[in-house]
């Protein structure tokens, strides 16, 4: 099984995400996409598996210093990944994929699931 976490370093969840990954001995590749970039496919991609509303993060500093204008703008999952390419902070932490799977968030639980499958 192929693993990518997508992420950026200093982001608690994908801290505590890569912590578990480690201690697991799971073999993963991490994508830092301030780094790295995100590509339209590749949110595409997610978007197919995960709900626009899950993939956007509108909890974060990223999302409260939006202009209430540019906020009300994302209405569908189109606006949603056009703000995604635009400020891929915005995207929630971490997206774990695995071959044919995409879990977006960290938790003990979740990834224990996620990995029986």
Known sequence: MTITLYG??????????????DE???SYHFHDF?????????????LQQV?????LNRKGTTWRK??????????????????????PSIIKRPVLVSDAAVHVGFTDAAYQQFFKK
């Open 51 to 55: 709900d626009w509303e899950v993939l």
């Open 24 to 26: 697991l001995g799971r």
């Open 34 to 46: 301030k780094k790295a970039g995100v590509t339209p496919a590749l949110i595409d991609g997610w």
């Open 66 to 87: 939006l202009p209430d204008e540019r906020k009300a703008a994302i209405v569908d999952a189109d606006s949603a990944a056009a703000l995604m390419l635009e400020s």
């Open 8 to 21: 950026i370093p200093n982001c608690d969840q994908v801290k505590k995400a890569r912590t578990w990954l």
